[in-house]
């Protein structure tokens, strides 16, 4: 996995600049991986290209779990 985080892959994409790079994020498994997703987009949601939207635990539709 070359990728750990949310934060790291955002850090990326701010680096490199470029309209057409975005991140694809993936609130379940930001959530599974302990993220605060509010916390992690802070300020970087113009970073984010696309969502992918599943609860936690679980990966059920939205509002079937704990994700705000």
């Known amino acids: 996995m070359f990728l750990d985080s949310t934060r790291r892959g955002l850090d990326i994409i701010d680096a490199v600049g470029r309209k057409g790079v975005r991140l694809l994020f993936d609130a379940y498994h930001s959530a599974t991986m302990g993220e605060q997703v509010e916390d992690v987009l802070e300020g970087r949601i113009h970073l984010v290209g696309h969502v992918q939207v ?8 939205p509002g079937s779990g704990t994700i705000d």
């Open 54 to 61: 599943a609860d936690s635990p679980g990966r059920g539709e």
